[in-house]
């Protein structure tokens, strides 16, 4: 019995001493793994659409980790709580931005990260709980939740494509295309006539252009030759001008000069007025004298008429 005791102690601290080998074990990977990847939490107010559990995670298009966990937020169910594991030396700063994109081959949902200035402090969370990414809001799942209303409008332009090319249009169409085959054939027929005109118009066109220099020519003479005379015509005009003026500053001189001889030669004009009036009566008395010893100059001296006629 006592050996048998000594079996079972013996088996039991071999028992205990794997277990803290295992547990041991456990801990050291979760250490390492811990020193290794970094989790993080990014919250998107928006529909995750295509994004899965293990799709990665991409750092200006290199991939740093993955996804570990899809769960809607428990406060609010519109947000959607996306935690992802990167590796530890992922420059991860507070200024990082986090968006939903589309990788370029397969088309699968990824998170990409993009951002992060060298000023700006490492991101960390100081209450234990992973860091958390606010994500920006995709042009992809706009794209997404826009998409019924894309496929919408386009069944709207197939159909109006559709009525726009039925058969009547199309007959119409053709009709055109006829009309415009009989046109082209028309004007290459006339086409020697359509040259000529051509020419004719290019010759009309010289000769136009023939007659605008000559008349600019003609109006540079005709400028030259105005702005000649016109300027000796002004010179002549300024020339008389200044011997008016002369002749008129001489004239007030003299005036000037001789006013006191002028108001008297006009007092003896006053004086002469009654005699001059006396003179013409006289002169008028000795007209009428000489008239009648023109007609009857004895019968004047005698002092007797002239004897008037009779006639029977």
């Known amino acids: 019995m006592e050996t048998r005791a000594h079996h079972v102690v013996i088996g ?5 001493v794997v277990a ?14 811990d020193r290794a ?5 990014v919250v998107f107010n928006e529909a995750v659409t295509g994004l899965s559990q293990g799709a990665a995670v ?3 298009g290199i991939k740093v980790g993955a996804v570990t966990q899809l769960k809607l937020d428990p406060a609010d169910p519109r947000r959607v709580l996306a935690t992802i594991r990167l590796s530890a030396d992922t420059p991860v700063r507070q200024d990082t931005h986090a968006r939903l994109a589309l990788t370029g081959v397969t088309g699968l949902a990824i998170i990409q990260l993009s951002g992060g ?16 990414i606010v994500a920006d809001p995709s042009p992809l799942t706009k794209l997404l939740a826009n998409g019924e209303d894309i496929l919408t409008n386009i069944n709207e332009v197939v159909s109006r494509a559709t009525l726009l090319l039925s058969d009547d249009n199309v ?14 054939g028309a004007i290459a027929e006339q086409r020697e006539d359509i040259r000529a005109l051509l020419r004719q118009l290019a010759e009309a066109s010289r000769t136009a252009n023939a007659t605008l220099a000559q008349a600019e020519e003609l109006a540079k003479q005709g400028n030259a030759l105005i702005g000649q005379q016109g300027r000796a ?3 002549s005009a300024q020339a008389a001008m200044a011997s008016v003026q002369r002749a008129t500053d001489s004239l007030d001189q003299l005036l000037r000069n001789n006013r006191e001889a002028l108001d ?9 007025g009654p005699a001059v009036r006396d003179l013409r009566q006289t002169l008028g008395t000795l007209r009428g004298i000489t008239r009648r010893l023109d007609d009857n100059p004895a019968g004047y001296l005698l002092g007797r008429d002239k004897t008037k006629e009779f006639q029977p």
Do not use: C, E
């Open 12 to 16: 039991l601290l071999t028992v205990i």
């Open 20 to 33: 803290a080998a295992l547990l041991f074990g456990l801990w050291l990977a979760k250490s390492s793994n």
């Open 37 to 41: 990847f970094r989790d993080y939490q």
């Open 58 to 60: 991409q750092y200006s």
């Open 117 to 132: 200035s060298p000023r700006s402090p490492p991101l960390h969370s100081r209450s234990g709980a992973p860091p958390v």
């Open 171 to 184: 007959a119409k169409i053709g009709r055109t295309l006829d009309h415009l085959d009989q046109a082209t």
């Open 233 to 235: 015509t002004l010179d």
């Open 264 to 272: 008297g030669g006009m007092r003896g004009l006053s004086d002469l």
